[in-house]
């Protein structure tokens, strides 16, 4: 079994509200669950307004799906129209 965990930083520029941000990341979450088959929610940074941190996991037997999966997932966050920036990213593969 392999098990990936990507975490995403964003920067909400545009943001001025708790209730904008919510709005956002839930448009984020509900998009890429339904688009892809794996888990997310936002996992750091819940106070702050125009930063988001969202961690994401994939399970699967091919370590290879996980990383292609969680590339796209990444991909389709930063080409979205959500009108943030991607900061950064991190993907770590576990082999179990």
């Not at 209730?19 to 888990?39: A, D, E, L, Y």
């Not at 997310?40 to 990383?67: F, P, Y």
């Amino acid at each position: 079994m392999t098990i990936g965990i990507c975490k995403v930083s964003l920067r909400l520029p545009e943001n001025l509200s708790l209730k904008g941000k919510r709005q956002v990341v839930k448009s984020i979450t509900t998009r890429v669950k339904s688009t892809f088959n794996v888990s997310i929610a936002e996992v750091d940074d819940n106070d702050l307004w125009q930063l988001v941190t969202l961690g994401i996991c994939c399970v699967s037997n091919d370590a290879r799906h996980v990383n292609q999966t969680l590339s796209k997932v990444v991909a389709f966050i930063s080409n979205g129209r959500f009108d943030m920036e991607l900061l950064d990213y991190g993907i770590e593969i576990m082999s179990v």
